[in-house]
Every structure is written in structure tokens, then in C-alpha cells.
């Protein structure tokens, strides 16, 4: 494949055509040594092919570089972005920034983060937290959060300690990831996060959901971005990221909540119909966590490599009936390409 030797990767999928905001912010990182990857789907305009800036991954690449994974991914949903991962992995990435088409870095940040983060160590007596309490007073929550957590703050301890973070979620301004139901409460919010705000690392055992918005991936944790195909789009990457907490644990590595590096001008989104697609949500978020708590009481560490772990959890979830039998041969077929 070889189309880049760049270890930075941004991972980005759309159905939207070009836009000066997406290049201005964008493209100015390609300048700093990063690469992007723009993965299409049925309804992608033509136009990113002719985007010199970009790899653009049409459907017929996929199915070139990718024959298996991209024949069983459905069309017309965002877990195409797979494809963009498997992209950027073998093509040498170190480190991939995880976004999306409406999301945009502001300028003069320094988009060279370390993988071991200094930061303050939440902890908790329950078993979520609403990371967003120490970013605002604003009542605010992440999307995937389970309503009866909403006020969960934690404790935060004084100290600034460094943990090695291979997954690290940036806020973003302006409109971030909530739910459904927030944005039908509070129209039209705009929410500033503060700057000065340290760096947040989750004791072992604290969950909360981080999304696709702007998230670092460091190589250690490439087997994480699995994105689920069979369940919403309101879903794929908050279940991933519950998956990937897990992982994490397992492996002694901890996941970090950073101050935002930008803001989302987002695109238009029926509300009723991510409500909708974010029921499932609603209801199984906080059972799924609970089985996978069951599943890692009773896992056996000998040495297991960490996509070995998210894999076994995904299969559990498809066990429990979470998610649809049909998408074991796509993750079968997407973990094996990560192994070669």
C-alpha cells in the first residue's frame, strides 16, 4: 500500500463535500507532518477525489486494499470508518487523531501531544462519572452517559500525577457530543469549556463514555477502534468506548479527558431521529458495563495481546444479543488485517 510514511494520521469519513473550514483547519496540520484519510461511502461527493491535500478512500479502494472487511462493512454507515483505520495502520501510523468532517482544531494549537499524560486522577464511589462537571458549570453531559449519572462528579485528587494515556478525549467547543435529549432541552446551547482546566486521567474502574469527535489513539491502543457495524450511529462509538476502558485496564494503561483543541460547527441532524437511534443507548448502556465488569472478574491475564481482550468483549456483547450475530465475520475479518 505504501501511499505515506507519515506516523501521524487524522481518520475522518463524510458525506459532505469540502468545505474551507475543514481545509483551513485541517490542512494546516498536513504542514506539521500529519496525513489524512477521508473515507467515502455511497453518497460521498466526487469532489474529495480531487482534494491533493487528502487520501481519499473511495469505495473502490476500499474494496481494493480491503476486499473482505469493506464487502461485509454495510454502506451508508459511519463504521466505514474502519476502513480509514486499517488505512492509516498500515501505512505506518504511530499515533491517529479520530474526527470528524464538522469538527475543527483552532489555530496555533500544537497538535503534539505525548502518550503519558500529567493530569489530576479522578475517582469515584459510584461507577460513573460526568467528566464534563470539571470543564463547566454548565449542566452539561456526554452522550452515553446514563441519565441517572448526570450529577455523578467524582473527586478529583490534588496531586498532578503522569500515567501512560494511549487514549485521550479532547472536549470540543461550541456544540459538543450530548445526547438527544439534551439538545431537544436546551436548544441552540453554545458551551465554551475552560482552558485552564488539567488534564483528567479515570481511576481503573470509573467509566465514562468518550465519542469520535477528537480522540487521540496512540498505536497501543489501534486494536480499540474497532467500530461496531450493526448497532446506530448514536451507538458505534460510544459501545466502543466502554470496550476500550476495559481494554485499557487489562493492560494497566488509563484513558485521559483533555481541554478542547477545537469546536464543532455541526451538521444538520434530525433530533427526533437520534433520539430514536439513541434508545438502545438509554436503555443498555449501564448493563453493558455491567457485563463486561462480569466478563474481566473472570478473565484469565496471560499475557493476552490487547485486541485479543476488546475482541473477546465484542463477542460477549454479540452473546448477550446486543448486537447482531452478522457482525462477528466483519470483526472477525477486521482484527485479522491489524494482526499482519
Known amino acids: 500500500m505504501n501511499d505515506s510514511t507519515n506516523e501521524r494520521?487524522?481518520?475522518v469519513t463524510t458525506v459532505n463535500k469540502p468545505t474551507d473550514n475543514f481545509r483551513e483547519s485541517f490542512y494546516r496540520l498536513i504542514k506539521e507532518g500529519w496525513s489524512i484519510v477521508v473515507v467515502g461511502d455511497v453518497s460521498t461527493p466526487s469532489e474529495w477525489g480531487n482534494e491533493k491535500e487528502v487520501f481519499y478512500l473511495s469505495l473502490e479502494k476500499q474494496g481494493k486494499y480491503f476486499p473482505e472487511v469493506s464487502n461485509l462493512i454495510p454502506l451508508r454507515h459511519y463504521s466505514r470508518k474502519n476502513l480509514g483505520y486499517l488505512f492509516a495502520i498500515l501505512n505506518g501510523a504511530q499515533v491517529i487523531l479520530d474526527t470528524d468532517d464538522d469538527n475543527f482544531i483552532y489555530n496555533g494549537v500544537d497538535f503534539d501531544f505525548p502518550k503519558k499524560v500529567k493530569g489530576r486522577i479522578v475517582s469515584g464511589k459510584e461507577k460513573w462519572v460526568n467528566i464534563y462537571n470539571y470543564f463547566t458549570k454548565e449542566l452539561i453531559?456526554?452522550?452515553?452517559?446514563p441519565l441517572e449519572f448526570i450529577y455523578s462528579a467524582g473527586?478529583?485528587?490534588?496531586?498532578l500525577v503522569e500515567f501512560e494515556c494511549p487514549i485521550q478525549q479532547f472536549l470540543v467547543d461550541k456544540d459538543p457530543d450530548v445526547d438527544a435529549i439534551f439538545r431537544l432541552i436546551f436548544p441552540e446551547k453554545s458551551i465554551v469549556f475552560d482552558k485552564n482546566t488539567e488534564p483528567l486521567i479515570l481511576e481503573k474502574n470509573l467509566w465514562s463514555p468518550f465519542n469520535s469527535q477528537c480522540t487521540l489513539f496512540f498505536k497501543e491502543a489501534f486494536p480499540l477502534l474497532y467500530l461496531p457495524c450493526y448497532v446506530s450511529f448514536r451507538l458505534t462509538d460510544i459501545w466502543r468506548s466502554f470496550v476500550a476502558q476495559a481494554s485499557l485496564w487489562v493492560n494497566d494503561y488509563n484513558l485521559a479527558f483533555r481541554k478542547p483543541v477545537g469546536y464543532q460547527i455541526r451538521n444538520n441532524h434530525n433530533l427526533m431521529n437520534d433520539f430514536k437511534d439513541e434508545i438502545e443507548g438509554y436503555l443498555n448502556n449501564a448493563i453493558i458495563v455491567e457485563r463486561i465488569e462480569?466478563?474481566?472478574?473472570?478473565l484469565e491475564i496471560n499475557n493476552l495481546w490487547i485486541g485479543d481482550i476488546a475482541k473477546s468483549i465484542w463477542?460477549?456483547?454479540?452473546d448477550f444479543g446486543f448486537i447482531p450475530i452478522k457482525e462477528k465475520d466483519i470483526i472477525n475479518a477486521w482484527y485479522e488485517v491489524i494482526k499482519t
Do not use: A, C, D, T
Not at 141 to 145: E, I, Q
Not at 155 to 159: A, G, I, M, Q, W
Not at 294 to 298: I, T
Open 9 to 11: 494520521w487524522i481518520v
Open 141 to 145: 453531559w456526554p452522550r452515553g452517559l
Open 155 to 159: 473527586e478529583v485528587r490534588n496531586e
Open 294 to 298: 462480569e466478563f474481566l472478574k473472570n
Open 315 to 318: 463477542l460477549l456483547l454479540i
